[in-house]
């Protein structure tokens, strides 16, 4: 299967909290992000094309980063988001803090 990601994913362990199209908060853990977007394991995969509002509890930075971004790809396990408004400083930290250049 050929690579169609612009940026390479780096490996996370981070907590999040997201809303979408319920309106309400549901939370879960990002294991991979990049500069293009990140993957959401939660047992509420919010509907392809959706759009999400996302808070990432990065504990060793010691701070809240903010995503926002549009489901590109939903499973019962979670769901693949693609950034469309980012914290640009606080994703080059995380990406940084797991040891990927920026």
Not at 12 to 25: F, R
Not at 86 to 95: F, H, L, T, Y
């Amino acid at each position: 299967m050929e690579e169609k990601r612009t940026h390479e994913r780096t490996s996370v362990d981070l907590k999040v909290i997201y809303m979408g199209d319920s309106m309400s908060y549901s939370r879960g853990r990002v294991n991979n992000i990049s500069k293009g977007g990140m993957f959401i394991q939660t047992d509420m995969p919010q509907d392809h094309g959706t759009y999400i509002l996302a808070s990432l509890d990065v504990d060793n930075l010691g701070k809240i980063v903010w995503a926002q971004g549009r489901v590109i790809r939903s499973t019962n396990h979670g769901m693949a988001i693609e950034f469309t408004r980012i914290d640009e400083r606080g994703i080059d930290a995380i990406i940084a803090n797991w040891g990927m250049p920026v």
